[in-house]
């Protein structure tokens, strides 16, 4: 997804947001570019391609200033190329824009501007910015990107810079992230927190609505109404360290590692010293919970999948029925939720824009929602009613590892406590399940001291083509999340089944060496998957299994096993996905792709 950046201060403007921009590069990208107002002129350098390219071109140019905007692009309208890469100026270059959204009235927009004898360079809805703001310009730019967004249907994080005003960045935000950084004598924005953190600890997070005039000294915010609004400084305190590989290979090896650390900053402070499960964020009551008689789960991708497994715990512990959608379907199919509802919806980055539509249909229908989110201060995390952080830290690898297993957590302590308050849950259970949570940093470690083996279990089937994932009941749901981590960083095909299902049609696919992948996890329904298991085996397929310690039965019909503690159902997701983690990152880095950022996929998916 697209990432901005902008500074204003002493040092060379260039370098600041080079460097920025790659601190920015997870967010998945295909161009990049910086407008620098140097020496009293407007010059925009932008390229498709590597931040590499742009860093060589701009040395090339020579391009130095002291206040310039930034911007990676993950195309949308129009093909990556260098004319539709961000700045997009006006046409007399006295202005550029840098934009993170997408303008969904811009054909109108166009046409108008169009008739009025501006001309486009681009097929990006972007450029129709720029000449707006051009064509509402009477010497005060705050007032002319005011008026500009007026006009302006969809969603946007925009950051501009004017030649004759060489001393100010102005940007304005909806729908779309954007912070500012408070740095000495020096000011930046930017998309995303990791960008500015080498420079200042001290931001303000923009909401919807929120214009900033950004000078070297100064920081002035307004509503779009042009009236001044105050804001509070947010201290990041979490170490830049953090945000960066420190000595792993990849940053997704490097979050799968980290995966005891943030299950354990999830739960532990909110399980109390007397074994009590407290959500500060989390208001609803016994009255709300009685009279919910529908849940809905809603979430994209890696989300999603740990949604299913939250459904497992809710239908259990709060004796609910749960439907589970995909945003971007959900959004789209006839819906009865209404003010009888709970919608939780489930997002890493807390920014997905069909998770966040699917967020605000419920809200207009009267439901009540509540939000499993990663990203303190985003849309999803701001506009829910109830709200449940993971405390996993920040996850700057696309494929999602901890966002998942803490996502997993999270809905145990939601599912749990809502239990517990409706009284649906029984007291032992209650206990068991607090303890077995506690377990988890122990027993997730266990699993990733099982790494070189899984290792050795790559090297068997990484030149593969094709491989099948396998299990029932929550063993299913954790196949396709297996699947998925392998699919989308070794572009293997693979494909998830429910083991049951694979007689129906797609066991005509397994031939002699094809890897399937089968979880064996759920004891009540064992001797089925193990029958499963057999029938793949006949035609010749190399089987993988996950299974619980001590079950040695497992090894009379699968090729290789993996053990995973014991462990509560549905907890199991967490332990049993890890070694579906290791194995497709060593099977990417085997065969020598991209691990951190995938073809054709971007960390955080704003667009619809
Ligand atoms: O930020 P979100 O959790 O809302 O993102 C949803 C999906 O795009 C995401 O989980 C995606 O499927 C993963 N990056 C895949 O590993």
């Not at 989390?282 to 994209?300: F, G, H, P, R, S």
């Not at 069909?354 to 439901?367: F, I, M, N, Q, Y």
């Not at 517990?420 to 027993?443: F, V």
């Not at 089937?461 to 094709?466: G, K, Q």
Request: glycine share 8%.
């Amino acid at each position: 997804m697209c990432g901005i950046v902008g500074y204003i201060g002493n040092q060379n403007a260039v370098d600041v947001l080079v460097k920025g921009l790659e601190k920015l590069e997870y967010r998945g990208y295909d161009s990049a570019g910086v407008a620098i107002i140097d020496h009293g002129n407007l010059k925009v350098s932008k390229h498709k391609g590597r931040l590499t390219i742009l860093e060589n071109e701009v040395k090339k140019e020579g391009l130095t200033g002291h206040i310039g905007i930034g911007h990676t692009r993950w195309a949308t309208h129009g093909e990556p190329s260098d004319r539709n890469s961000h700045p997009h100026p006006n046409n007399d270059e006295s202005l550029a824009i840098v934009h993170n959204g997408i303008i969904e009235n811009y054909m109108a927009i166009k046409e108008r501007l169009q008739d009025k004898g501006y001309v486009f360079k681009s097929e990006t809805d972007t450029e129709v910015i720029a000449h707006l703001i051009d064509y509402y310009y009477e010497e005060n730019l705050r007032e002319a990107v005011q008026k500009a967004v007026a006009d302006l249907t969809g969603a946007y994080a925009i950051g501009v810079v004017h030649k004759d005003h060489p001393d100010q960045l102005v940007v304005v935000r909806k729908d779309s992230p954007l912070i500012i950084g408070m740095g000495h004598q020096e000011n930046f924005i930017a998309s995303d927190i990791p960008a500015v953190l080498k420079y200042t600890r001290d931001i303000y997070i923009l909401e919807d609505g929120d214009l900033a005039v950004v000078t070297q000294n100064d920081i002035k915010m307004y509503d779009l109404k042009g009236e001044p609004i105050i804001k509070k400084v947010y201290h990041v305190d979490w170490d830049i360290a953090a945000a960066e590989k420190g000595g792993f290979d990849h940053f997704m090896i490097k979050e799968i590692h980290e995966q005891p650390k943030a299950i354990q900053d999830t739960y532990s402070p909110r399980i109390t010293d007397d074994e009590k499960i407290v959500l500060d964020d989390i208001k609803i009551t016994k009255e709300d919970l009685e009279n919910i008689d529908q849940i809905y789960i809603v979430a994209c991708g890696t989300a999603y999948y740990a949604g299913l497994v939250g459904k497992s715990f809710i239908e259990e512990f709060v004796d609910v029925p749960v439907i589970a959608d995909v945003g971007s379907e959900f959004r789209y199919n006839k819906s009865f939720i209404n003010e009888k509802s709970l919608m939780i919806v489930v997002s890493q980055s807390g920014e997905t824009a069909d998770t966040l539509a699917a967020l605000r249909l419920a809200k207009e229908r009267g439901a009540r929602v509540m939000a499993i989110t990663n990203v303190v201060g985003s849309t999803i995390a701001r506009e829910a009613d109830d709200l449940l952080y993971t405390w996993a830290g920040p996850e700057i690898a696309v494929a999602s590892t901890k966002a998942y297993t803490t996502q997993i957590v999270a809905f145990g302590l939601v599912a749990l406590d809502m239990g517990y308050k409706k009284g649906s849950i029984d007291d032992t259970t209650y206990k068991e399940m607090i303890k077995a949570i506690k377990n988890l940093p122990r027993q997730t470690q266990e699993v990733l001291d099982y790494e070189e083996e899984i290792k050795k279990v790559a090297e068997l089937i990484y030149d593969t083509t094709h491989a099948f994932y396998v299990g029932r009941g929550i063993d299913y749901n954790i196949a396709r999340e297996g699947s998925l981590k392998l699919k989308e960083i070794s572009y293997i095909h693979a494909e998830a089944m429910a083991a049951g299902e694979l007689k129906h049609g797609t066991i005509a696919l397994i031939e002699r060496g094809t890897p399937v992948i089968a979880l064996v996890t759920e004891q009540a329904l064992y001797e089925k998957v193990i029958s499963n298991i057999k029938e793949v085996k006949a035609r010749g397929a190399f089987v993988i299994a996950i299974a619980r310690e001590g079950d040695t039965e497992i090894e009379k019909t699968a090729d290789k096993v993996i053990y995973i503690p014991d462990t509560a159902n549905g907890f199991s997701a967490v332990l049993s996905v890890m070694p579906l983690q290791l194995l497709a990152y060593h099977v990417a880095v085997m065969r020598e792709c991209d691990v951190d950022k995938p073809r054709n996929l971007a960390k955080s998916v704003t667009v619809e």
